[in-house]
């Protein structure tokens, strides 16, 4: 797990957005795992600037969102599809059949969770998964509790969290209570996790998933389990964090092949790199009778 503390929230959202712009690069027919809510918002704007300005291509680029609220239709101001689209669908060149958000007005949800399963599976994967994270340490809807190993299904809002999406209703009356989400055991299935989190009010989350033991009680402390996660935060955010973590992502960047650890003994750069290292003793062991 690689963990890296931008100054600004710009700073944070334009890294992520450099991460997923490469991988399209790379890889122009990738599969990229989606988030909503306020914190991605600023990932989003960077990407259209990148298809915009440069010609960052998502004609290829096939998306799955991580979750979509129970009762509430595509064209609702609140459904997170609705939100993908004008946050970052309707800007950029790609193809809407290629854009998948779970169905909260299925009539057979269950039925509709693992159809949801399926569809990743069969597109090949998720490339990278992008992730935010709850002030209660949830990751999609993910609440404390939620198995570690648990797959696309519906789950029950956490009291935390209704309070927290009000800000995008009217009233926190009308924050629906239930939501399909990707499970954590489908979310660690990506290949790659880029979390993202801003503001103090994630301070305290960010410590448990950074520095705090893994626990169903802290979905998103799973992620340190991951080969390849990297949290992106701004300063507020890691404001609590009792270790200094790198601006940048450290890569390594290998010299020339003459210098990697695969150069011949005979090379200057071999001799160079060996200077002052002790050499080691070679030890001559008898054979003696049939010891196992």
């Known amino acids: 797990m690689e963990v890296i503390v931008k100054n600004t929230y710009e700073e944070m959202s334009a890294l992520a957005a450099r991460i997923i712009a490469e991988l399209i690069h790379r890889k122009p027919n990738c599969i990229l795992g989606l988030a909503t809510g306020s914190t991605p918002v600023g990932t ?19 998306t799955f969102n991580l979750d979509e609220y129970v009762g509430l239709s595509p064209d609702h101001d609140q459904s997170y599809r609705y939100f993908m689209n004008d ?9 809407k059949s290629n854009t ?5 007005m299925a009539e057979d949800i269950p039925a509709a969770c693992e159809a949801y399963e399926r ?9 990278i998964q992008l992730l935010g994270i709850g002030g209660n340490g949830h990751i999609a809807f993910n609440e404390p509790g939620s198995s570690l190993g648990s ?7 956490d009291d935390q969290t209704i309070q ?9 009356d009308e924050v629906p209570r239930y939501a399909v989400t990707m499970g954590i055991g489908t979310i660690m299935e990506a290949r790659q ?31 340190q389990l991951h080969p390849r996660a990297t949290i992106i935060t701004d300063k507020a955010a890691a404001s609590k964090l009792t270790r200094e973590y790198p601006e940048e992502p450290r890569v390594l960047k290998l010299k020339h092949h003459e210098e990697s650890c695969c150069a ?10 060996s200077e002052g290292r002790p050499r080691k003793r070679t030890v001559r062991r008898e054979k003696v009778g049939n010891r196992r």
């Open 44 to 62: 989003y704007k960077a990407l259209i600037r990148l298809h915009k300005n440069e010609g960052l291509d998502f004609s290829k680029v096939t």
């Open 87 to 95: 946050n970052l669908f309707n800007h950029i060149n790609i193809k």
């Open 100 to 104: 998948h958000v779970p169905d909260g």
């Open 119 to 127: 569809k990743i599976k069969k597109a090949g994967g998720l490339d």
């Open 151 to 157: 797959r696309t299904r519906v789950k029950t809002l």
């Open 164 to 172: 927290d999406n009000a800000r995008f209703f009217k009233s926190i």
């Open 193 to 223: 996790l880029i979390l993202l989190a801003n503001k103090e009010n994630k301070a305290d989350a960010i410590l448990k998933t950074v520095e705090g033991p893994i626990t169903a009680m802290v979905p998103a402390t799973i992620v």
């Open 264 to 273: 011949s003994t005979d090379s200057p750069s071999y001799a160079k790199a």
